[in-house]
């Protein structure tokens, strides 16, 4: 079956502007999150979603960043008012997380890339 | 979450085993072991993980040490394909599901 999804795979745009990200999950993975890479770096975790719990949204860096999923499909990363450091690659990732001993294994997505002028 | 040291690059000849330290001193008793890896311009890629026993999987082997301090991840025969950066990942392992805590990672390169 197809994996995680994003779009757009690029996004240019211009500072003060607000951008879209979007994140198709695996079909019935219940926990879905987002993570964050500057060029050269490591994944910083922004959020997850798990079922229909309330988020964790302990790694979002300010409150112009925001994301909404809904049911257990897509999600959308929202940033508003881009600054230049936001430039980086947004990584989305599912898992099924039904208890069993493969099922924590988060499945990435291709990411996309920010670009903020 | 227990926070993981590796050394940052290191070069293994193709068709050789790989072995990629990790350090975690300060793990505790309910945090597993994870590993990832991240070939160029992709997402990363779960490999294994465990909690105190060796795991061995069709990608790799997994050895905790007794005291779980520290780890080594093997890659049997390296193929160029494996050229990638390793991240080796303490956490919990949560029934739904964990954020992951990414550190620098080990800059793997095979060499022909």
């Known amino acids: 079956g197809a994996g995680v999804s994003q779009s757009p795979s690029n996004k240019v745009t211009e500072k003060g502007k607000d951008v879209e990200l979007r994140c198709d999950p695996i079909s019935g993975h219940t926990a879905l999150y987002w993570y964050r890479q500057r060029l050269g770096q490591g994944l910083e975790f922004l959020i997850y979603?798990?079922?229909?719990?309330?988020?964790?949204k302990s790694g979002l860096p300010s409150d112009r960043f925001s994301a909404e999923r809904t049911g257990e499909s897509v999600s959308t990363l929202t940033i508003q008012r881009t600054q230049q450091e936001d430039s980086a690659v947004y990584l989305c990732?599912?898992?099924?997380?039904?208890?069993?001993?493969?099922?924590?294994?988060?499945?990435f997505g291709p990411g996309t890339r920010l670009t903020v002028l | 979450d227990a926070k993981t040291t590796q050394p940052p690059s290191m070069d293994c000849a193709e068709g050789r085993a790989a072995n990629l330290p990790c350090n975690h001193s300060?793990?505790?008793?309910?945090?597993?072991v994870y590993w990832y890896r991240q070939i160029h311009s992709q997402g990363p890629q779960y490999i294994i993980h465990?909690?105190?026993n060796n795991e061995t999987n069709e990608m790799a082997s997994l050895i905790i040490t007794e005291d779980r301090k520290s780890s080594t991840l093997i890659l049997p025969h390296a193929t160029l394909r494996d050229t990638a950066v390793y991240y080796c990942?303490?956490?919990?392992?949560?029934?739904?599901?964990?954020?992951?805590?990414f550190g620098g990672g080990t800059r793997v390169l095979v060499k022909p």
């Open positions: 990732a599912s898992s099924l997380s039904d208890g069993t001993s493969r099922s924590n294994e988060q499945f």
């Open positions: 465990g909690l105190k």
């Open positions: 300060t793990i505790s008793g309910n945090e597993y």
């Open positions: 979603f798990q079922g229909n719990s309330a988020p964790d």
């Open positions: 990942i303490v956490a919990r392992r949560r029934a739904a599901g964990n954020k992951l805590t």
